[in-house]
């Protein structure tokens, strides 16, 4: 958990330094969490915004400027092995955010 944790933050940091160059990664975009494997060769890492169309977009740029990232993370962060990065898209803030308009308006349509 505590290089998932190194990692979400370490990666959070290098996309609002504005770092990665591909325009479609954005500094909107937010690194929810990140799932490593037990022995570190491998990190999930799930990214989210608010932008609805920014999201594929950005999860793309970031996984072809994934090498860029594992590099820099290497360079940060003392790991025996850095992990390979795969970026994912997390919709559950959204959906989360959506189902409580909905329930909203549920509440207020009751008498």
């Known amino acids: 958990k505590r290089v998932g944790e190194d990692l979400r933050d370490e990666i959070a940091t290098l996309l609002l330094s504005g770092a990665v ?3 479609r990664v954005n500094s909107f975009l937010s690194i929810t969490r990140v799932e490593v494997a037990r022995d570190a060769s491998f990190a999930r890492v799930y ?3 608010f ?4 999201l594929d977009g950005g999860v ?3 996984n072809r400027a994934a090498g860029f990232i594992q590099a ?3 360079k940060r962060i003392r790991l025996r ?3 390979k990065l795969v970026f994912v898209a997390d919709r559950g803030i959204k959906e989360g955010f ?3 308009e909905k329930i909203k308006g549920i509440i207020s349509k009751e008498p």
């Not at 932008?51 to 920014?54: F, K, L, N, S």
């Open 21 to 23: 160059k591909d325009p």
């Open 47 to 49: 990214v989210s915004t």
């Open 51 to 54: 932008q609805d169309d920014a």
């Open 60 to 62: 793309e740029g970031l």
């Open 72 to 74: 820099s993370m290497g």
């Open 81 to 83: 092995q850095t992990p």
């Open 98 to 100: 959506e189902m409580g």
